[in-house]
């Protein structure tokens, strides 16, 4: 006779092992579920978007008759065109900061909730993309192939405008900074001609009204050991020529031979 008691044991047990885990699976992702969504947005709001779905599902009652007046698929293509500008703007910035964050991710420098932000911005990008798509379909049919190609144009057109912008008005500052620096050594340089110019003129004035010093020679001892008379004294210019022979020997030599 078969034991059903004891062939039921196991398979009760292996029920409330399933149903267990089943159920700890399923708290476990609605939690996880509801702390995704707690967590707080990788991008802000998406207002290109929001301005898409506005005039898309733009209701507004027209005064002459009882339709709706309905947004002409130009402004809806061009709310479109900006809508994929700012996911371009949005993919280059998931690209770029993914590998920075996973290396941070694998050294333990951030913790898991910025990188589950991150997964959940990622995703949103896909879904992002997709959305486009069916949307400029259905503007205009294939348009969906080529959007994101016009779309990324005009960012590097926004991106190379802003730029230029800027070189210009540091271009102004760095002029306005020229001027200034330019003027302040043309200054210093006429202070320094002018200080050269009086100096050249001191030492000029000084080279005209310079006096020449008498020098005395006097005649030498007697035999008696007595000077001669002041009549033998002869007075020389200091600074005058002096011939090779001695101009002042020569003076004194003819005096003490008309003497004798």
Do not use: C
Not at 57 to 67: A, F, G, I, M, R
Not at 131 to 143: C, F, G, I, K, T
Not at 156 to 175: H, L, M, P, S
Request: proline share 5%; hydrophobic share 35%; net charge positive.
């Amino acid at each position: 006779m078969v034991d059903w008691i004891s062939l039921a044991v196991p398979f009760a047990y292996l029920g409330i092992l399933i149903g267990s885990l089943a159920t700890f699976a399923s708290l476990y992702r609605s939690r996880k579920a509801s702390k995704s969504a707690s967590l707080a947005p990788w991008f802000p709001p998406h207002l290109q978007r929001n301005i898409y779905l506005s005039l898309l599902h733009l209701d507004q009652p027209s005064p002459t008759s009882d339709k709706p007046l309905t947004v002409p698929d130009s402004i809806l293509k061009a709310a479109l065109l900006r809508r994929a500008t700012e996911d371009i703007h949005r993919i280059i910035s998931v690209r770029s900061a993914k590998q920075a964050l996973s290396t941070l991710l694998a050294r333990g420098s951030v913790g898991d909730e910025l990188w589950q932000r991150f997964l959940r911005a990622e995703k949103e990008m896909e879904e992002e993309l997709k959305d486009v798509v069916q949307e400029a379909n259905a503007l205009a049919p294939n348009w969906g192939t080529t959007i994101f190609q016009s779309a990324n144009e005009m960012a590097t057109n926004a991106v190379i405008r802003k730029r230029v912008e800027e070189v210009q008005a540091q271009a102004k500052v760095d002029r306005e900074w020229w001027d200034r620096k330019r003027e302040t050594t043309r200054t210093e340089f006429m202070k320094e001609l002018n200080i050269d110019a009086e100096k050249s003129t001191d030492k000029g004035s000084d080279k005209g009204t310079g006096t020449s010093t008498p020098a005395t020679v006097s005649r030498p001892l007697t035999a008696g050991g007595e000077k001669g008379s002041d009549e033998d004294t002869v007075l020389v210019e200091s600074g005058g020529p002096t011939t090779p022979g001695g101009t002042v020997g020569r003076a004194s030599t003819k005096k003490r031979k008309g003497k004798k």
